[in-house]
């Protein structure tokens, strides 16, 4: 497995090993000695979650303020624009995202440490996005960063004939000016 820097300290593109023949492929999508060896990180992982979404669906960018989740994310089917917000306002970096295209074509993962906002755009006519969080899902802890606040600065991927298909939730993010943020 190959481990890649990404503009934020801390986030990190992960390549597996693939494996491929005129069969198909295999690779080992997650192992923890090697997880720890390679990044430095001692996650225990408790929650894993798959979702589905058509294409332009924008999901994000969520974070939970308490029981915050530290993710390892990955694409199995399809493709999307994958961005991290850093919330830690102690840090260098504090504001500031990294984008990462993950595909199942590329098979790569992201991880994605406590502190940081997450959400993604698909970018294909559906895609498949498989997550592990190091904590459960606590709605009543849940934020939501507006994914277009000027202040971030993101480059998604969208020409002005596509809208992005947002849950209620998501059109009422907050602008970072406003949003809960990480001590």
Same mark, same amino acid.
């Given at each position: $497995?190959?481990?890649?820097?990404?503009?934020?300290?801390?986030?990190?593109?992960?390549?597996?090993?693939?494996? =491929?023949?005129?069969?198909?492929?295999? /690779?080992?999508?997650?192992? #923890?000695?090697?997880? #720890?060896?390679?990044? =430095?990180?001692?996650?225990?992982? %408790?929650?894993?979650?798959?979702?589905?979404? #058509?294409?332009? %669906?924008?999901?994000?960018?969520? /974070?939970?303020?308490?029981? @915050?989740?530290?993710? +390892?994310?990955?694409?199995?089917?399809?493709?999307? /624009?994958?961005?991290?917000?850093? !919330?830690?306002?102690? @840090?260098?970096?504090?504001?500031?995202?990294?984008?990462? %295209? !993950? @595909? #199942?074509?590329?098979?790569?993962?992201?991880?994605?440490?406590?502190?940081?906002?997450?959400?993604? !755009?698909? $970018?294909?006519? @559906?895609?498949?996005?498989?997550?592990?969080?190091?904590?459960?899902?606590?709605?009543?802890?849940?934020?939501? +960063?507006?994914?277009?606040?000027?202040?971030?600065?993101?480059?998604?991927?969208?020409?002005?004939?596509? %809208?992005?298909? +947002?849950? =209620?939730?998501?059109? +009422?993010?907050?602008?970072?000016?406003?949003?809960?943020?990480?001590?």
């Amino acid at each position: $497995m190959n481990v890649l820097a990404t503009e934020l300290a801390d986030v990190l593109i992960l390549e597996p090993r693939v494996f =491929g023949d005129d069969r198909g492929f295999f /690779y080992e999508s997650f192992n #923890a000695k090697k997880f #720890a060896e390679l990044t =430095g990180v001692n996650a225990v992982f %408790v929650q894993d979650n798959h979702s589905k979404s #058509a294409k332009n %669906v924008l999901r994000g960018l969520h /974070y939970q303020i308490r029981q @915050s989740q530290g993710k +390892l994310v990955r694409v199995t089917a399809g493709e999307v /624009y994958d961005v991290v917000v850093d !919330l830690r306002k102690n @840090s260098s970096s504090f504001g500031q995202s990294a984008c990462v %295209v !993950l @595909s #199942a074509e590329n098979q790569r993962q992201l991880w994605i440490p406590e502190g940081f906002a997450h959400g993604f !755009l698909v $970018m294909s006519e @559906s895609a498949e996005f498989l997550y592990k969080t190091t904590d459960y899902w606590a709605p009543e802890h849940e934020r939501c +960063l507006l994914w277009n606040d000027p202040a971030l600065g993101i480059q998604w991927p969208l020409t002005e004939a596509d %809208v992005p298909v +947002l849950s =209620g939730k998501d059109q +009422l993010g907050k602008l970072l000016s406003e949003a809960e943020v990480f001590a």
